[in-house]
């Protein structure tokens, strides 16, 4: 009787599990990515791609810019295969590609993704020897973002062009803390990334440069001395307390506050600050170029947040469908439905530029795309020079040698030593570095 029970309990279980419906293993993606607003609102929409791809569920690590690069970049060196997904800029893209850390993505591609509709500065920056390392998600230059009614009560008027000696006036016109209001917001806070993303730009349209032909440090030259000696300035007189603190974010957070008269940043805050949902000043916001002195040579800088496919990840397939579909003009179309035309993920397509919505409706957006056009990383400062790259390098060392120096040129800021002092060690301290890691790319 046992025996017949068993029989009919096995061919009962047989046919359950023949019934049952078929699944698959889910493959999960995970992605390291920065914590910036765009990036929020990409993890709040994808959804959507999980709706679309059900057997793929997205895993997110969100980072602070500085951790980001470092956790990133120590996997992708390492192999660890720890990320499916990294978001990462112009400086990683060529290099970590040529160096076989990332995986080339223009035959992952499908034909409607319309590769040629980015555009071309940012396209080149993500690529090496023909080949396509990062999708860009979003791209930018940097601009000059004002209080157009405070200009006004000032009897201000900011110029088609504003250089620095510009900016230092309307600074001085404009300080007014104890009413909460700083003449003007810069990134203060440590970092390649950081601080040196912007004072980059001011050392380059200051005449400076950071080797020269041969390779050598100019870190102690005249040009970086009267570019960091306005900086400090500006910041010493008419920024905001503890600006030595501040990167993008917290830049972000002071101007849509209504704390900043002025700020010199990234061109991708602009439909931020012209959002009155998030912005208090986004019916006074004023843009303008980012100032010059010398020379406009590489006064706006040139970046891109892409997304790039490690070597290491178990799940190619999945990951470049993943990317494709966060830089693709269906996503942009996505954005613009949920949270309005300014919110875009700007810089990156043609397409973006050519829809009247988003015209009409951001006024910021024919600067910002003349601006990254204009943008030329391949002639970015007045004097000849042997590397690629307006606010970074393409080069393996310069995360450490921009490191060290932001460092450096925080402790002039905050008055722990003198200009000379901080550049006199900026200049040896680079040249350690160059003379340890190197400048083949």
Not at 59 to 81: F, P, S
Not at 138 to 149: G, H, I, M, P
Not at 313 to 324: D, L, M, S
């Amino acid at each position: 009787m046992f025996r017949h029970l068993d029989r009919v309990l096995g061919a009962l279980l047989a046919a359950l599990y023949l019934c049952a419906p078929a699944t698959r293993a889910q493959t999960i993606l995970t992605i390291a990515t920065v914590n910036n607003g765009d990036m929020v609102v990409m993890q709040r929409l994808s959804a959507e791609f999980e709706r679309q791809h059900p057997d793929i569920k997205l895993d997110w690590v969100v980072l602070e810019e500085n951790i980001l690069r470092q956790k990133t970049t120590t996997d992708a060196a390492t192999h660890g295969g720890q990320y499916d997904v990294v978001t990462i800029g112009p400086l990683e893209a060529p290099i970590w590609g040529r160096r076989g850390w990332l995986l080339p993505l223009e035959g992952r591609l499908a034909p409607a993704y319309e590769v040629d509709d980015l555009l071309k500065p940012i396209r080149d920056a993500a690529s090496d020897r023909g080949h396509l390392y990062a999708l860009p998600f979003y791209a930018e230059s940097s601009l000059t973002y004002y209080r157009k009614d405070l200009f006004a009560a000032a009897g201000l008027h900011m110029p088609a062009q504003p250089t620095y000696q510009d900016i230092a006036r309307f600074a001085k016109a404009l300080h007014n803390p104890a009413k909460g209001t700083y003449g003007v917001c810069l990134r203060g806070k440590p970092g390649w990334g950081e601080n040196m993303a912007f004072v980059s730009t001011v050392v380059n349209t200051f005449g400076g440069r950071w080797f020269d032909e041969g390779w050598s440090p100019q870190l102690d030259s005249p040009e970086w001395h009267n570019a960091i000696s306005t900086y400090v300035d500006l910041l010493q007189k008419y920024g905001p307390p503890g600006s030595s603190s501040n990167g993008f974010n917290e830049s972000l957070t002071l101007f849509e506050n209504g704390r900043c008269g002025m700020w010199i940043d990234a061109t991708v805050a602009a439909g931020t600050l012209s959002d009155s949902k998030q912005s208090l000043v986004a019916n006074t916001v004023g843009f303008a170029p980012a100032p010059t002195a010398v020379t406009p040579r590489g006064a706006q800088w040139l970046w891109f947040w892409g997304l790039g496919v490690p070597s290491a990840t178990r799940h190619p397939e999945a990951a470049a469908a993943f990317v494709q579909w966060a830089t693709s003009k269906e996503y942009i179309r996505l954005v613009a439905d949920r949270y309005g035309w300014p919110a875009v993920p700007p810089g990156t397509r043609h397409s973006t530029y050519e829809q009247p919505q988003y015209l009409v409706s951001a006024p910021f957006a024919g600067l910002v795309y003349r601006s990254i056009l204009a943008a030329d990383p391949l002639s970015p400062t007045l004097k000849p020079v042997p590397y690629t790259g307006i606010q970074c390098i393409v080069l393996p060392a310069f995360p450490t040698i921009g490191n060290q120096v932001g460092q450096l040129i925080a402790a002039v800021l905050v008055g722990n030593m003198t200009l000379d002092d901080g550049l006199h060690k900026a200049q040896a301290a680079t040249q350690r570095v160059v003379q340890r890691m190197g400048v083949e790319r």
